[in-house]
């Protein structure tokens, strides 16, 4: 069935270095790719999202790539600070069969 | 204000008491989703609805019920209820379901004991 691997669990990085969340999808229909971010006790919310015709996006400090080949999409983070501390879910939406699938998500902790 | 609303935020119930955790949203979307929350597994979609009266099964559908008798509110429902049901539950709902992100209500806790 449709799957979403997502790498690292767990990431921590000293404020101000640069943060990466890698995700892999299974199912090539898939055209849309949210990132969510969920702070502690609080619903995901979205972050930024990149659409199958885009190779990158960018958002402030915030920046997405997709590799459709690879299958592959990656968020990146940088001058991260310690309000980025969260647990950020990446997620493949599927054509057709109407339901979105998300990653275990990564828990990142950025270090004052 | 454009919100997902679910009550309660949290609930205490014992093994096989019915309950329903109510879900409402007021931005006359027509996709709505109810999702569970588990460590280390992510959100795993539990029911799905496209539209008034049309719902379907997600990834983990046992043990829960869902009605969509109005474009704005969603509940799922347990009817009866197992300790493998304590979760954190997400109600979620989205303009459409490509393309288009997902707003969230603000969890349910649930301890089935």
């Known amino acids: 069935g449709e799957n979403v691997e997502q790498h690292p669990s767990t990431l921590s990085v000293q404020e101000g270095d640069s943060a990466v969340i890698k995700c892999t999808y299974s199912?090539?229909?898939?055209?849309?790719f949210p990132w969510y971010k969920q702070e502690l006790g609080k619903r995901p919310q979205l972050i930024i999202d990149?659409?199958?015709?885009?190779g990158e996006k960018k958002d402030q400090r915030i920046a997405v790539t997709l590799n459709k080949t690879a299958k592959h999409f990656s968020l990146h983070i940088t001058e991260t600070q310690p309000e980025d501390s969260a647990v950020y879910f990446c997620?493949?939406?599927?054509?057709?069969?109407?339901?979105?699938?998300f990653g275990a998500g990564t828990r990142l902790f950025v270090k004052a | 204000e454009a919100q997902v609303t679910q009550n309660p935020r949290y609930l205490i119930t014992v093994t096989g008491k019915k309950l329903t955790v109510t879900c409402s949203q007021n931005?006359?979307?027509?996709?709505m989703s109810w999702y569970r929350q588990d460590p280390g597994l992510g959100l795993r979609q539990i029911y799905y609805?496209?539209?008034?009266?049309?719902?379907d099964k997600g990834d983990v559908p046992e043990g829960y019920k869902v009605s969509r008798k109005e474009k704005r509110n969603f509940p799922l429902i347990l009817e009866s209820p197992s300790p493998n049901q304590t979760s954190l539950y997400f109600c979620?709902?989205?303009?459409?379901?490509?393309?288009?992100?997902?707003?969230f209500g603000n969890g349910t806790r649930l301890t089935v004991t």
């Open positions: 997620a493949a939406t599927y054509t057709g069969g109407f339901k979105t699938i």
């Open positions: 979620a709902s989205s303009l459409w379901q490509e393309n288009s992100p997902l707003h």
């Open positions: 990149i659409r199958s015709n885009v």
């Open positions: 609805s496209m539209n008034v009266e049309v719902t």
């Open positions: 199912d090539s229909a898939s055209n849309y």
């Open positions: 931005m006359n979307h027509e996709y």
